[in-house]
């Protein structure tokens, strides 16, 4: 099995939570990735900004040979 990349992670379906902070501005964290946050002042910055803390908390990982987890599919199947 070949060793997957950044690019191959970032097309996985991360569950990712942006919330309003009360302070101002939003806070936003990737769920499966422990550590990956990010804050901004609006909606659509803060959106932009989890997708690279993502690829830079991806890239950090890859570098140091971390196991990396998986989002879970949003579904399964059961076995007929």
């Known amino acids: ?5 950044i690019n191959d992670y970032m097309k996985l379906s991360y569950e990712i939570v942006i919330r309003e ?5 939003f806070f936003a964290k990737v769920e499966e990735l ?19 803390a993502m690829e ?13 987890p998986e989002p879970e599919p949003a579904f399964k199947l059961a076995p007929l």
């Open 34 to 52: 422990e550590g990956c946050m990010t804050q901004g002042e609006t909606y659509d910055e803060t959106s932009r900004n989890i997708v690279e």
């Open 1 to 5: 099995m070949s060793r997957k990349d």
């Open 21 to 25: 902070d009360p302070h101002g501005g």
């Open 56 to 68: 830079l908390w991806l890239e950090a990982s890859i570098e140091m040979a971390m196991e990396i």
